[in-house]
């Protein structure tokens, strides 16, 4: 045991003499969990720039682009009465739609001629493009409704009447999980996830491939020959400060007022779950490749694409099969997955049993690959070093 302290202690002042690894394990999830927080903190998108081509200038239009200046999810950037050179403007003014009116437009709703208004959208960012079309539906289907209803009235129909005669039935939607769509909400906790999962990967590649490059392993190949004493040996500075970073990241969830609920066992389990996947798979790739470059590069190309491949934004069934396949062993996959069913349906332990079965799959295999890479290490070390005290 004093053994195991004295290295343990050589293991924390190797760790903290790293200044790149500090930098990214303490600071990477903070400043990224601020850094996102903040950008997605105002939930919705709102005052996306609009341009309306009003070529009929009548009371009716005018009294529908006042409808649009009410509207807070768009910002009616520019008023003309003829079109001008909008394709010359976009790149400047990269407006997310353009409405026109054409001439004759009052006039052919009084006489039931049903005009068209065109909307024509930007779909250079879907996002923008589909909140913009989502807006200008609501303002155009109300006043369609209300010159509608209008119309009957005219024809002598109480106002009742006339509601009955537009609509054959109504519509009533009911928003379940995250029902203002605050976009904080849908988008920091699966950010502040990934960002943990890269972490990790990133802080446990160094732990052996410095060994090698330094020639400390040898060293430690000395004190022991069992890997499994080495792996735990590494592995202990780390169970005791990714708890501490867990706790600081999940402080994000109740400062950006995001209802999700993380303090349970459920979601203690799944975390603990990650956190051990994501050691063993940083720690294969440390003790596989002998290179602190290497490793990290390697584990960068399987953690920077984990969050689109996880469902978590994209819906998995939208993915191709083969890709999707491979996406069900990145830890992350399985953890935004039950993640969700705990944070926002209310799920319990028997809700996340798929995901828990793969998380200790993926564990158990890539522990099991580590412990015996590292013991065939040790072996040949311990053989070299004999053959050169011969």
């Given at each position: 045991?004093k053994?195991f ?10 760790i ?7 930098a990214?394990f303490f600071?990477a999830?903070?400043l990224y969990?601020?850094?996102?927080g903040?950008?997605y903190?105002?939930a919705?998108?709102v005052?996306?720039p ?5 070529q009929d200038?009548?009371p009716?239009t005018?009294k529908i682009i006042d409808a ?7 910002l009616v ?5 003829t079109p001008?050179?909008i394709?010359?403007?976009?790149p400047?003014?990269q407006y997310a739609?353009?409405?026109t009116?054409p001439?004759g ?8 001629k049903?005009?068209e208004?065109?909307?024509d959208?930007?779909m250079?960012?879907?996002l923008?493009?589909?909140t ?10 109300t006043l ?5 209803i ?5 024809q002598?129909l109480?106002t009742?009447?006339?509601?009955q005669a537009f609509?054959?039935f ?7 999980y ?8 849908f988008?920091?906790?699966g950010?502040?996830a990934?960002?943990m ?7 446990m590649?160094?732990?052996f491939?410095r ?8 060293n430690?190949?000395e004190e ?9 040996l590494k ?10 970073m ?7 969830i ?20 990650l956190?051990?996947?994501s050691?063993?798979?940083g720690m294969?790739f440390?003790?596989?490749i ?7 590069e390697?584990l ?11 469902g ?8 191709p099969?083969?890709?999707?396949n491979i996406a069900?062993f990145?830890?992350?996959t ?12 209310g799920?319990?332990?028997s ?9 200790l ?8 690959v580590m412990v015996?890479l590292l013991?065939?290490?040790i072996?040949?070390?311990?053989k070299?070093?004999k053959n050169?005290?011969i």
């Open positions: 045991m053994k302290l004295r290295l343990l202690k050589v293991e924390f002042k190797r903290f003499s790293n200044s790149v690894l500090l990214i600071g999830p903070i969990g601020v850094l996102f903040y950008v903190q105002q919705k998108v005052d996306l609009i341009v309306i081509i009003d200038q009548s009716t005018d649009f200046e009410d509207n807070e999810g768009l950037k520019d008023l003309r009465f001008g050179n394709k010359e403007e976009m400047f003014e739609a353009v409405i009116f001439t437009f009052e006039a052919d709703i009084l006489q039931k049903h005009p208004v065109r909307v959208l930007n250079a960012n879907i923008n493009a589909n913009a079309s989502n807006n200008i539906q609501a303002v155009l289907m369609n409704a209300g010159i509608e209008e119309g009957l009235k005219k002598g109480h009742d009447q006339a509601l609509e054959s109504k519509i009533n939607f009911n928003k379940l995250n029902s203002a769509g605050n976009y904080v909400t988008m920091l906790p950010l502040l990934g960002i999962q890269q972490i990790i990967f990133l802080a590649a160094l732990v491939a060994d090698f490059e330094d020639g400390y392993f040898k430690l190949v022991s020959n069992w890997s499994l004493y080495h792996i735990v592995s202990t500075p780390f169970f005791l400060m990714i708890p501490l867990w706790f600081l990241v999940s402080l994000f109740p400062y950006f007022n995001i209802d999700a609920k993380i303090y349970s066992l459920p979601m203690l389990v799944l975390t603990i779950l956190t051990l996947s050691m063993s798979i294969l440390s003790i596989a002998p290179s602190q470059l290497k490793a990290t390697l960068m190309v399987i953690s920077t694409p984990a969050f689109v491949l996880s978590f934004t994209w819906p998995t069934m939208a993915i099969d083969a890709i999707a069900q990145i830890p992350l399985q953890f935004l997955s039950g993640f969700r069913k705990i944070a926002f349906y799920g319990d332990l809700s996340i049993l798929p995901e828990i079965n793969m998380l799959l993926v564990n158990f295999v890539a522990f099991l015996a013991q065939f290490k072996f040949s070390k311990r070299q070093q050169v005290t």
